[in-house]
């Protein structure tokens, strides 16, 4: 089924991708930032007013997670009070909004990846305003609340991943957390993912997206030396307790994707998937 698909930020990491892959099915309107500003709720009316979306995908977002704790309201007025003028437009006008959440809502003190059905624990200004984003987003009954982690890939990216990457073909000494793991993402990954969602029509609700498997920051750093080639890339292990980090960050963090798999969708590993981004970025 060919669906309408307002998509928003679109010039972000994940919502340049997201818009590129899902108008290989549907009609899709890509609005970037400067086109259509989630916080403002009078301009937001007017678009979905008008276009009628059958779906509206929010990947506009405050991800600045040490500058959310000097600037709070900001954080919360993106990641948060946007959404709840989504989620009621959703539900006037009979849209189904997916809305990309974070790992960052658990605070990480467990030895085992997270389920949708473990509680949130936010800690820090960034952390609180996603999941105040969860729940508002959760108010319309046709939702999908999609926690994604360590985004990587796009064509203008500049995540965690692209700057290891960048050290170790220069040359340089790469430091890297040997205590936080996280289950990576690969946005072309999760923009299939929300295609198949919706074209599946999986129950709604809230789900893990994110790369099977998961690993730790300097782990993840000698498998890209590993897949270029790099054996003598000087990669040097650094606990979190030793960063100078302003908001505090879940130390294991990885989140288990069963739930997706269980309605169909299934994620590669994300060592496949760091091996199909640098064919990509070659």
Not at 9 to 29: F, S
Not at 110 to 123: F, L
Not at 212 to 229: K, M, N, P, Q
Not at 243 to 251: D, G, S, T, Y
Request: hydrophobic share 45%; net charge negative; proline share 4%.
């Amino acid at each position: 089924m060919r669906l309408l698909v307002l998509v928003l930020g679109a010039n972000g990491q994940l919502g340049e991708v997201m818009a590129d892959y899902l108008a290989r099915n549907h009609e899709v309107l890509a609005r970037t930032r400067a086109e259509l500003d989630v916080t403002d709720s009078a301009a937001l009316r007017d678009a979905v007013g008008t276009i009628c979306p059958d779906v509206i995908v929010n990947c506009a977002a405050y991800t600045n997670v040490d500058g959310a704790e000097q600037d709070p309201l900001t954080a919360i007025s993106v990641n948060a009070l946007a959404v709840r003028t989504l989620s009621r437009l959703a539900t006037e006008f009979d849209a189904t909004l997916v809305h990309f959440s974070t790992d960052f809502v658990f605070d990480g003190v467990t030895d085992r990846p997270y389920s949708e059905n473990d509680a949130p624990n936010a800690r820090g200004a960034y952390s609180l305003s996603k999941l105040l984003g969860e729940w508002f987003a959760a108010e319309t009954a046709r939702h999908y609340v999609i926690r994604v982690e360590s985004l990587f890939g796009g064509p203008r990216a500049r995540s965690s991943v692209d700057k290891l990457l960048d050290g170790i073909t220069a040359g340089r000494e790469v430091r890297a957390f040997s205590d936080r793991t996280v289950s990576p993402s690969y946005v072309e990954d999760v923009s299939h993912a929300t295609a198949m969602m919706l074209q599946g029509r999986a129950p709604y609700g809230l789900y893990h997206c994110v790369n099977s498997g998961h690993t730790t920051w300097s782990a993840l750093a000698r498998e890209l030396a590993h897949i270029v080639d790099a054996p003598n890339a000087r990669i040097v292990d650094v606990p979190m307790a030793e960063a100078a980090l302003l908001a505090p960050r879940p130390q294991f963090a990885a989140l288990s994707n069963a739930k997706l798999a269980s309605v169909g969708v299934i994620m590669p590993s994300w060592q496949d998937a760091l091996r199909r981004y640098l064919k990509v970025t070659k």
